[in-house]
């Protein structure tokens, strides 16, 4: 037992250091597509792709027969809205505040897994979620003065919020019957279809649009990052965390995500940051690790 909950933890750390490392390139490739669903169809059908091959290769499987779906399809709803709202977040602010913004999963997934799982928080979980709410608000005032922040990308990232702390949820739930490797495969597959067919709309059925990014290398070493890091690695090693801790405890790692993201879009990026901006993400920080410190045990 205790080796498993190792090996979880290792992969939720892992995981979210990876997606924290994703908004980098969401917004690195969004410079080169006519529109955010041309991205996304691109990551996950060559996601599937992968995946396609790995069982060909006889390193995964699908076994679906006699297994409740109803926890699937939550799940895979909640992952499309979160990729959709992500891109769309990011496009309209940046890596750096749509990093800090996430890092609020965990407060969010305590009311969703009180909810839906009958798992609660303490009262000093609760008295800390204040922080990184005042955390927020600070972010979002910054980012105007900054010209980072527009009101409707703040509303798409706080709908990415709720939709990742809901599909950490079901991932929890559909963990008693699907393995990582059927969980992460389904949205994939789920999500190549949905974003191909929003994408060539995007385009107005013109391939020629729809695959020009191709030929800009810096957009094909992010759709491969996105692809195969983002996607199939840390999307493997979450939903295996999901399957051996509670939903709460796989949350908290977001913070890994939040660090990851700030480093990337201060020091890579470039984008633009000032004492407010900073002061409102370690107020998140601070009030998530108080609030996952002060947890029950898993």
Not at 245 to 272: D, N, Q, R, Y
Not at 279 to 289: F, H, K, R
């Amino acid at each position: 037992m205790a080796d498993a909950r190792t090996k979880a933890v290792l992969a939720g750390a892992l995981g979210n250091v990876i997606w924290g490392f994703s908004f980098l390139f969401i917004k690195i490739a969004l410079r080169a597509v006519p529109d955010p669903n041309v991205l996304l169809a691109h990551r996950f059908t060559l996601s599937t792709l992968l995946m396609l091959g790995m069982m060909l290769a006889g390193k995964g499987r699908l076994s679906f027969k006699g297994k409740n779906w109803r926890p699937v399809v939550l799940l895979l709803t909640m992952q499309l809205t979160y990729y959709l709202f992500e891109s769309y977040g990011i496009l309209y602010t940046n890596s750096l505040v749509a990093g800090l913004v996430l890092a609020l999963v965990p407060i969010v997934t305590i009311g969703t897994g009180a909810l839906l799982l009958k798992e609660y928080p303490t009262r000093r979980q609760a008295l800390f979620c204040i922080m990184p709410v005042i955390g927020v608000i600070l972010m979002t005032i910054s980012g105007k003065e900054l010209g980072a922040i527009t009101w409707i990308g703040m509303l798409f990232l706080v709908l990415t919020l709720l939709s990742s702390a809901l599909y950490k949820t079901a991932s929890r739930k559909a963990a008693a019957e699907f393995d990582p490797f059927e969980r992460t495969f389904m949205v994939l597959a789920i999500s190549a279809v949905f974003f191909s067919c929003m994408g060539i709309g995007a385009v107005k059925g013109d391939m020629v649009a729809f695959f020009a990014p191709f030929t800009d290398w810096t957009y094909v070493l992010a759709v491969l990052a996105l692809s195969v890091f983002c996607s199939i690695v840390a999307g493997i090693l979450v939903n295996y965390a999901t399957s051996h801790m509670s939903v709460f405890k796989v949350s908290s790692f977001g913070s890994l995500s939040t660090l990851c993201s700030t480093f990337a879009g201060v020091f890579i990026l470039h984008e633009p940051a000032n004492w407010m901006l900073f002061l409102g993400g370690a107020l998140i920080i601070v009030g998530i690790w108080q609030v996952t410190r002060s947890g029950k045990k898993d």
